[in-house]
């Protein structure tokens, strides 16, 4: 993300002052790509070449300060970094991080940030394929550093659309899913958090192909919103602007087929009765 917020600044800068990329290459002698790379936050320049872009962008005194302590923290790791999850995992858990709004499509099972520790150690127990036994211990205690942003300042505003189906498969769990339906009734009642229930009788909807998140950091002068996409074995981040607004799109139609947040609360509270 820092990478992001540094990249998105130097290129700001640079179309402000009517910088061509081919220009600012010529400066670093360097490709065209790699300035590329650093304004989409691929890579982040070196000390030298951050002062160099920036007088050759004319920037304003202050600039420096900010954008050297930006590329310094770009360089740290976070918390994630010590679980040793799949890097494409990885990258995603780090923009989750930082986001400030999230809007999430769960079709098969309970959105991350929602599960109970229970729960997702099941969830691990059912795909044995993704993760071997002596590793679930810790993907679990990574789930549960995420699931803070629920209720940990800063609060993520988090908007979630769950298919019924994913809440009938969690019953079935017995016990765990017992607890697992009381756990989502809890978040739903939090102000940061909105949940809605997409319910089976609703028949086809807008995300078939499987569930997906939504991620803004608080608008794009910050970082560009991004989404990720999740597949069988694997996810992607996506930050490509078509497939985010493709994705909005169909985020927005999940919406309003889906029960409304007052209804899903009073489905959960009946289910859990049941």
């Known amino acids: 993300m820092r990478k992001r917020q540094l990249g998105s600044q130097l290129r700001r800068l640079r179309t402000d002052a009517g910088v061509s990329s081919e220009v600012a290459a010529a400066e670093l002698d360097c490709a065209r790509s790699k300035i590329s790379h650093m304004e989409t936050g691929r890579n982040a320049p070196r000390k030298p070449e951050l002062k160099a872009l920036l007088e050759l962008y004319g920037a304003p005194a202050d600039a420096y300060a900010t954008l050297e302590a930006l590329r310094i923290e770009s360089g740290e790791r976070g918390w994630w970094s010590t679980f040793k999850l799949p890097n494409w995992f990885s990258v995603y858990v780090g923009l989750e991080a930082d986001a400030s709004t999230m809007w999430s499509f769960a079709g098969e099972t309970i959105p991350g940030l929602m599960q109970t520790i229970d729960y997702n150690r099941s969830t691990h127990q059912a795909t044995p394929h993704l993760a071997k036994p002596g590793e679930v211990d810790r993907l679990v205690e990574a789930r549960r550093r995420r699931s803070l942003r629920l209720s ?11 298919s019924e189906a994913a809440v009938r498969r969690a019953v079935g769990l017995g016990e765990v899913g017992a ?15 909105g949940l809605q229930i997409l319910p089976l009788a609703a ?16 608008g794009v002068d910050v970082a560009p919103p991004t989404a990720f996409q999740e597949f069988a074995t694997s996810g992607e981040v996506a930050d490509d602007q078509e497939i985010v ?28 009765g049941e």
């Not at 800063?154 to 979630?160: C, E, F, H, S």
């Not at 078939?208 to 998140?213: E, K, R, T």
């Not at 607004?245 to 289910?271: G, I, K, M, P």
């Open 152 to 162: 940990t300042a800063p609060l993520l505003d988090y908007r979630a659309v769950i």
């Open 245 to 272: 607004a493709s994705l909005t799109a169909a985020w927005n139609l999940l919406h309003e087929q889906a029960l409304s947040e007052d209804d899903s609360l009073s489905w959960l509270r009946r289910v859990a």
């Open 203 to 218: 028949g086809l909807h807008a995300s078939l192909g499987g569930s997906f998140v939504l991620l803004d950091f608080g």
């Open 179 to 193: 607890a697992q339906l009381e756990h989502l009734i809890k978040l739903a009642e939090q102000e940061n958090v």
